[in-house]
């Protein structure tokens, strides 16, 4: 579905009633509308897979349940053959991506017998629900989710065929969005990112570690980011062309609630 979105009409989340609901674009700067963990859980539900609940926490004796300390939390989407899960990480104890904590990490393995993941991609707040929904049933359709069918190309591509520009010197392996608020590039995976590839592990401070995809959102230049993304090497390019067309989707998305840093940068209209 298309909507005309308009620059000038009025957005008036603090109006009484009902929160109104809007189209708004582009989708790589309307933010998650805050309800990250149920955009992307309910398509989970929907694909089969089960989710657990893990709390760990502290308690003093006759401590009432409600002053429970947690000291960590996640919730965990388990895929029905047990080769890809989904972890939605509470901010108790957080793992940073460009400055933000993250929200969603995404594994698969190739073996149910193997205990560790062939690869891991993580997405912080404020990444749109949609993108990671995309991807996510990408990955539950895929039937081997850790093999390769397709290469780097296949994601530029995805987002060059949204108008996106590829970047002048990695035309192979960078894009940008139009106005320089968004990009997709291959490249040197940042610390701590799991994947099966022993150079993320081994790889000294003067060697050049695994490559993999990142994303991220600059809503002007110098400016924190509004959400980042990473995919360690060995994350299918075929996935991650899934999550990059998604991002770049000319589509408009529903919203409630608009990133205060992005606000001035989006086209919306009245969902009815």
């Known amino acids: 579905m298309e909507a005309l979105l308009n620059p000038h009409f009025p957005f008036d989340p603090l109006a009484s009633g009902p929160p109104p609901t809007y189209w708004v674009g582009p989708r790589h700067l309307a933010g998650d509308d805050g ?12 694909c089969g897979w089960t989710s657990l609940t893990v709390i760990r926490g502290q308690r003093l004796l006759d401590e009432p349940l409600e002053d429970l300390q947690v000291m960590r939390s996640t919730v965990l989407h388990i ?13 108790d104890e957080p793992f940073y991506l460009g400055g933000l904590p993250v929200a ?12 560790l993941a062939d690869w891991s991609a993580y ?3 404020d990444v749109p ?17 850790a093999a390769a069918s397709a290469g780097p190309e296949a994601v530029i591509d995805g987002v060059t065929a949204h108008g996106w520009f590829r970047d002048a010197e990695q035309p192979h ?11 997709v590039s291959l490249g040197e995976v940042p610390p701590f990112i799991q994947d099966s590839d022993p ?16 994303a991220w959102a600059e809503p002007a230049m110098g400016a924190p980011y509004l959400w980042a993304a990473s995919f360690s090497a060995s994350v299918p390019h075929s996935l991650v062309a899934a999550f990059a067309t998604s991002l770049s989707s000319t589509t408009p998305v529903l919203r409630r609630v608009l990133p205060e840093s992005t606000r001035d940068q989006l086209l919306w209209a009245p969902s009815s």
């Open 123 to 125: 997405f912080t707040r």
């Open 35 to 46: 309800r990250l963990y149920d955009a992307v859980a309910d398509n989970l539900a929907n």
């Open 79 to 91: 895929s029905p053959d047990a080769l890809r899960w989904a972890q939605w990480v509470l901010p």
């Open 104 to 115: 969603w990490q995404v594994s698969a393995r190739s073996d149910v017998s193997s205990l």
């Open 173 to 183: 392996a960078a894009a940008v969005h139009p106005t320089f608020t968004a990009r």
């Open 129 to 145: 629900g949609e993108v990671i929904a995309d991807f996510l049933l990408a990955l539950d359709g895929c039937g081997r989710p």
């Open 199 to 214: 150079r993320a592990l081994t790889a000294d401070a003067e060697e050049h570690g695994p490559m993999g995809w990142q």
